[in-house]
């Protein structure tokens, strides 16, 4: 069965740290991935995309994920946290010939001063 | 450019009523997605339509329907209202190229649907 696995509900880091977001997948055939983030009330802003080529992508507001296929995982990460990156995050799955996206449960960011 | 527009914004309407959710795709995308983001729940995948024609639904009952008009905008109709319907409706667009999608979604910010 196809799923996307977000193993932290809740992460709270300091303003400056680092962080790592966990994802992992389920998927038979190969897969899209990407990572989207919510602001409450808001709809998804996509943050990154791994199709195919270098498996470490960069993508917007300093963050960067790594496909590692061999553990089904695309985890997301920043070397220094502001405040304004509270916000929920999703990690989806897709296929490549289109249609929909399956996503996790997604994992709250709070940033403390 | 101009992003993914959805109305209305909010939308509140009593059990047992319709509700009708409109979405506008970026110019030059063909295909729109619509998802539902309910309060413990998740986003759940719930309709894609591609140059006019529904390609695939997710597992929500037949009272979920909707379309997409020539201009590529859509439409999501959810009849006989139920409290759970409460949620959040994104809708998201793509395109297609040479008939491949990039599967890349950009959504728009959504309609928060209200059942009382």
């Known amino acids: 069965a196809q799923s996307v696995t977000q193993p932290d509900i809740h992460i709270t880091v300091s303003e400056g740290a680092s962080l790592e977001l966990r994802c992992n997948y389920s998927?038979?055939?190969?897969?899209?991935l990407f990572w989207y983030v919510q602001s409450p009330g808001q709809g998804l802003q996509l943050l990154l995309k791994?199709?195919?080529?270098?498996?470490l992508v960069q993508g917007i507001k300093g963050f960067e994920a790594e496909f590692k296929r061999s553990q089904s995982s695309f985890n997301l990460r920043k070397p220094s946290v502001h405040w304004s990156d509270a916000a929920e995050y999703f990690c989806?799955?897709?296929?490549?010939?289109?249609?929909?996206?399956?996503f996790g449960q997604g994992t709250e960011l709070s940033v403390k001063p | 450019e101009a992003g993914v527009t959805q109305s209305p914004t909010h939308l509140i309407k009593t059990r047992g009523q319709q509700a009708t959710l409109r979405c506008s795709p970026i110019?030059?995308?063909?295909?729109v997605y619509w998802y539902q983001q309910a309060l413990g729940l998740g986003l759940q995948f719930l309709l894609w339509?591609?140059?006019?024609?529904?390609?695939n639904r997710g597992n929500f009952p037949p009272r979920f329907s909707g379309r997409q008009f020539p201009n590529y905008s859509s439409e999501l109709n959810v009849n006989a209202l139920e409290l759970e319907d409460s949620a959040l409706y994104l809708c998201?667009?793509?395109?297609?190229?040479?008939?491949?999608?990039?599967?890349?979604?950009?959504f728009g910010p959504g309609t928060r649907l209200t059942v009382l």
């Open positions: 998201a667009s793509s395109v297609r190229d040479r008939g491949v999608s990039t599967d890349t979604q950009y």
């Open positions: 791994y199709f195919s080529g270098d498996t």
């Open positions: 110019s030059g995308h063909t295909s």
């Open positions: 998927y038979g055939a190969t897969p899209y």
């Open positions: 339509y591609d140059e006019g024609e529904e390609r």
């Open positions: 989806a799955v897709g296929a490549r010939r289109g249609g929909k996206l399956i």
